[in-house]
Structures are given as structure tokens and as C-alpha cells.
């Protein structure tokens, strides 16, 4: 599941602080592209809602590290597709 980030690995991308700035990189190369073409690329089955559901839902973790079921709710978010932002079962 992890896969399809970009230059994170298994160990840093649970850091909240990492996961922030990888989805606001994507982002920024998402507003940057020139075309759909170059946007679907950047996005690679992520959404920019979802991006940004992601976003907020880790920034207001209080933690150094993000446990698995936050890191997999986290990158769900990125993809998720719907109107309406999947709540976190803790």
C-alpha cells in the first residue's frame, strides 16, 4: 500500500511530519502541472480532496508516530473517492 509514495520509505512515512509534507509536495506538483495529462500523473489514484482530508486528519495527531491503523486510515484518505470524509475508528 505504501508503494505508490514518492521518495518515502516504510520508516519515515508513519513521522506525521513526513506524511505532511509528502502529500503538500504532491499537491504543489499537482497545481504546477500544465496539463490533465501531467495531473493524473502526479496524483497516481490520489485525489486532491483526499490529499487534503489526509492532511488534516494527521496534523492533528498528537504523536511522533503514526500507529498502522492511522498510517493505512491516513493513505486511505488520499484515495478515497466520495463526498464525504471517512471517519477515523480509533
Known sequence: MMKGWLNMNALSINIPDN?????NNT???YYAAQTDTERRAV???Q????LWWA???VSKLCTPF????ELKHA???THFR???CPEFKA
Open 19 to 23: 506524511f505532511v509534507a509528502d502529500c
Open 27 to 29: 499537491l504543489a506538483r
Open 43 to 45: 496524483l497516481d489514484r
Open 47 to 50: 485525489t486532491v480532496e483526499g
Open 55 to 57: 492532511i488534516k486528519f
Open 66 to 69: 503514526m500507529s498502522d491503523r
Open 75 to 77: 493513505i486511505r484518505l
Open 82 to 84: 466520495g463526498s464525504v
